[in-house]
T-cell receptor, first 111, second 116 residues
């Protein structure tokens, strides 16, 4: 089935550093969503993107919908310990209600 | 807004029994809800799409008689794991689709199922 290539798979950073992650696909998506999941919890929506080239921020988080509609990135600036978790990208193909998920990026922030 | 709840949050049951998990959209109506299963350190695996008032659509390899889905109202979908076995132990997560021009899926907090 469809897959998204999400990278990196994990990152270990110091508090205060910035972090970037991205997702790519061979297919064109109409929607890109970024979620964060903490242990034992469901994914929480961080940012939703609906238009090629769209750049959206949510506090210290910034995400962009790639101009080719085949990729998206998420940046976290000035990381803090509570940013720890697994970040998933998800894309929605045109004409489909389903989401295709990346494999996740595990973020560890050292205080 | 856009809150989705799940109940129970965790359940332990004996092998052979059935377990029902509820998914509710608390502040919006969802004609479509989704059920996922997540294994440790893995991404979410879609099990089925639940449509209000009609039969659920199951993904390939998911047994519909094993995982019964009912979407009786615009705010409630249920997943029943029938005749549970230890291999059914997993983290089950539902999501609800908020439609419109800016369509999004909001997830519930998940249900941890342990079958002994």
């Amino acid at each position: 089935g469809q897959q998204l290539n999400q990278s990196p798979q994990s990152m270990f950073i110091q508090e205060g550093e910035d972090v970037s992650m991205n997702c790519t696909s061979s297919s064109i998506f109409n929607t890109w969503l970024w979620y964060k999941q903490e242990p034992g919890e469901g994914p929480v929506l961080l940012i939703a993107l609906y238009k090629a080239g769209e750049l959206t921020s949510n506090g210290r988080l910034t995400a962009q919908f790639g101009i080719t509609r085949k990729d998206s990135f998420l940046n976290i600036s000035a990381s803090i310990p509570s940013d720890v978790g697994i970040y998933f990208c998800a894309g929605q193909l045109g004409g489909s209600e389903k989401l295709v998920f990346g494999k996740g990026m595990k973020l560890t922030v050292n205080p | 807004g856009a809150v989705v709840s799940q109940h129970p949050s965790r359940v332990i049951c004996k092998s052979g029994t059935s377990v029902k998990i509820e998914c509710r959209s608390l502040d919006f109506q969802a004609t479509t809800m989704f059920w996922y299963r997540q294994f440790p350190k893995k991404s979410l695996m879609l099990m089925a799409t639940s449509n209000e008032g009609s039969k659920a659509t199951y993904e390939q390899g998911v047994e519909k008689d094993k995982f019964l889905i009912n979407h009786a109202s615009l705010t409630l979908s249920t997943l029943t794991v029938t005749s549970a076995h230890p291999e059914d132990s997993s983290f089950y997560i539902c999501s609800a689709r908020l439609g419109g021009a800016r369509e999004t899926q909001y997830f519930g907090p998940g249900t941890r199922l342990l079958v002994l």
